[in-house]
């Protein structure tokens, strides 16, 4: 809570795994793999490793390929660079997702849509350095398999706009670094340093990570997609990203304390009715009264103007919420 056809022999996975592993960082002391036991799903590109660099191969007459991590990741920073022959498209998955049989979704607009078994779909941070269509898209934000594009599209952005900022720090035939920043809802890009991406979603809040190749008319197949100094950190949950801190979001819960609240009646935090365990702040039933158990807490600071966020789970038959601009002083009635 806070405001503000592939190779995949043994031998190639052994290899595979020491360049994933010294390209990682991973909070959990058990983090022994990255993409370590990662298999390609979908087309026949191959994947292999040259000097400390993946590269993926295109072949022709397949579908899209991605070289997908067996873990799946919810909120983490993800870096890395690319480098990609000009006149392929690319992109890295995201809390992606490949089921073994048919499932239906239904759509923005309210229609029921079916996703074939095996294949991959979830959020895509694109690759698009083809000079030849100059769109230059590069850390846009697109759906695989879903909703298609999503920044610019659906979710915001000018096509324009996102094009000539796109033209302006794309590095077309050379290396170029990508930041993604996925965090709860709040997904953001950057590009060579440049804010690409920076929207709300809650679409799809876990998957695996994906590395792919693009499929290719024949004349393409032998080209190829680089990527190196990958790195990824898992954020915690109850703690804040250090782009987050220097944006000024502020933890009010951090797992374990309730140092930041009080009760609305008093000014120490209720001694029943609510208690913070395995990471969450959680209020206790009260048997169906107003204020009987607990009661409502408050924050210890008062905020003015501010944004705020946290995630929830409720009870069925519950009711709950979350108010702003609370005056204690002013309700010493027998309610909330």
Known sequence: MHSASANTSPNFMRTLLPFLLAASTLIAEDATVFLGGSRPKGGKATYSLENGELVGTAVANTPNTFLCTDKEYGDFVLEYEFKVDERLNS???????AFDKPTTFVDAKGK???IPA???????????TDSTKNRMWTAGLYEEGRRSWLV???????????????????KVGD????????IGPHLRTWLNGHLRVDVMDGDSQTGFIGFQVHSIPKELAGTQNRWRNVKLTEIAPNTLAETEKASGWKLLFDGTSTDAWRSVKSESFPSKGWVARNGTLTV?????GESVNGGDIVTKQAFKAFEFSTEFRITEGANSGIKYFVQPALNKGAGS
């Open 175 to 182: 290396w170029n670094h990508v930041r993604i920043e996925a």
């Open 112 to 114: 029921t849509q079916t």
């Open 284 to 288: 206790l039933p009260g048997n169906g």
């Open 118 to 128: 095996g294949r991959v779909h979830g959020y895509q941070i694109e690759i698009d």
């Open 91 to 97: 992109g890295v998955q995201i809390r992606s997702r």
């Open 152 to 170: 610019p599209g659906i979710l915001g952005g000018s096509e324009k706009d996102f094009t000539e900022q796109g033209r302006a720090i794309t």
